[in-house]
């Protein structure tokens, strides 16, 4: 099941997600009614409503099997995703967290993962709320910094139950769905250029550049976890203008999915809506300095949840 999030006619509205078409929750509840004989009721404005963990969530999923095996009905039904606004389909999370260095590039054996898991841990940082963005929508290149500016495609994992001290073994059962971050940085950003060096400063840099406005968007879909029993299997690519520049498998991560829950919550309640965005993999603009421009488009896809595609614009002189 693969939830999405639109706008029409000034309000929210939340549809499932069928890649090219979409069909209104709305709409599939009358049908549901009309066809089956049994009345269901679902919140239109609240994804997490209908994901895991939510007192909603099996009729959510009910309607969801219905519709796919329902094919006349879902053609019937379906609205063309490309004359949709799809939008952010979580509009306010409770924390926006982003692992940096979560991919093991040309890593061959497991065991190897498995030592470099021992004598590290994740690092973690924030993006935010500013930084939010939508699907389709575009992405401001700052004027203050804009030759440095680079994509991450990344599995993003939103929770949707409280988790605190939760053991990697348990980790999954706290988790909603899945969906897709492309965590835009400014490379070489620096707020204050000409002053004076400090010893921190190379650590803090990097994160300024991820701060921009705009430079977090989400989508376009959410996808059940109970659709992705497995994380780490899934298939990660990105492309700019057509052209591959990512590709991986989530099988390569350092730390996977549980490991990453378990580590957060040792310190962090993470609580439903969180979103944990979880690295990207080698492939970035800056290591061939194929870095984005204005009217770059870029596509990062996962298997099982969709392609986020976004188009980069230079800043106007008077934002």
Known sequence: MRICRFQREQESKLGFYFGDTVVPVRDALEAYGREVGLNLTLPEDDILALLPHSAHAEDAQTLATWLAASDGIK????????????????????????????????????????????????????????????????????????????????????????????????????????????????????????????????????????????????????TSAAAIPDPQCLDLRLTVNGEQRQHTNTERMIFPVAAVVEFISRWITLEPGDIIATGTCEGIGLSDGRLLRAGDVVEATIEGIGTLKNTMVAESVDS
């Open 75 to 222: 053609k019937d039904l379906a609205v063309e995703t490309a004359t949709l606004d799809l939008r952010n389909p979580l509009p306010d999370p409770g924390k926006i967290l982003l692992l940096a260095g979560n991919y093991a590039k040309h890593i061959q054996e497991g065991g190897e993962i498995a030592e470099e898991r021992q004598d590290t841990f994740p690092y973690i940082f924030t993006k935010p709320r500013t930084a939010l963005n939508d699907p389709n929508a575009e992405i401001v290149i700052p004027g203050i910094n804009p030759d440095f500016i680079d994509y991450e495609c990344e599995l993003t994992i939103v929770m949707g139950k409280k988790a605190k001290g939760v053991s990697e073994a348990e980790a999954l059962d706290y988790v909603a769905g899945y969906t897709i971050v492309n965590d835009i940085s400014d490379r070489k950003y620096k707020p204050n250029p000409g002053r004076k060096e400090r010893p921190r400063d190379a650590f803090f840099d990097w994160m300024h550049g991820k701060w921009h406005d705009g430079f977090c968007p989400v989508g376009p879909a959410i």
